[in-house]
């Protein structure tokens, strides 16, 4: 009652299996979930549901292709769309991804804007990141620029677009958790002949943005 309403922008990282997304979801109800990568019905109906999450009502939505981004979380204590990768048979003409970002990015909105939704989890940010940049990636190749990846000066589109979500939740002072993998880090050594090499370092960082 003295702090008032407590909003939280929280970054979980950690090794796989090591709870993050049990953790995420024990946060303030009710909660609107984006998984990607796959894994949340065991993380709730694990070892930890005793705990946590019985007598919950959590509904699990599947996208797929045909999906409207149409809010169905009214009434439950826990939401989770589950939104896997699309499969890509050629790299040089992606599908499905921008219409999988604008399905999550509708819906993130609508959530967000939402008084009744507490807190918004994304499972993981690393993968909604690379949704992007594929999402991003594909409208380049549907101008006409058959290529594999993005260059490197085009990253800031995408990661713009994942730092604009941070951004708007703190604005309108909405519960965040956003879970995160984690990637070698890579530092510059120099060599005996003075060439300057990258190397792993034996540390680990946030895998994305």
Request: proline fraction near 3%; charge should be negative.
């Amino acid at each position: 009652k003295l702090l008032g309403r407590i909003n939280m922008l929280l970054s979980l990282e950690g090794s796989e299996a090591t709870g993050k997304t049990t953790l995420a979801y024990t946060a303030p109800l009710p909660i609107v979930g984006f998984s990607l990568d796959l894994g949340s019905e065991r993380a709730l109906y694990g070892t930890q549901f005793d705990k946590h999450f019985e007598g919950l009502k959590i509904q699990f939505i599947n996208y797929n292709k045909e999906s409207k981004p149409v809010p169905q979380w009214e009434g439950n204590d826990i939401t989770i769309y589950e939104m896997p990768s699309s499969l890509q048979l050629d790299m040089t003409k992606l599908v499905g991804n921008i219409e999988q970002w604008q399905f999550f990015i509708e819906l993130f909105v609508k959530a967000t804007m939402d008084e009744k939704v507490s807190t918004i989890v994304v499972d993981t940010m690393t993968l909604l990141r690379k949704l992007k940049i594929e999402a991003y990636l594909q409208e380049m190749q549907e101008i006409g620029k058959p290529r594999k990846q993005l260059l490197q000066q085009e990253y800031g589109v995408p990661d713009g677009a994942i730092r604009g979500l941070y951004t708007f939740v703190k604005g309108i002072s909405k519960n965040l958790i956003a879970i995160h993998h984690l990637r070698d880090h890579y530092a510059n050594t120099i060599d005996r002949d003075g060439a300057t090499t990258s190397q792993a370092d034996g540390t680990l960082e946030i895998d994305g943005v």
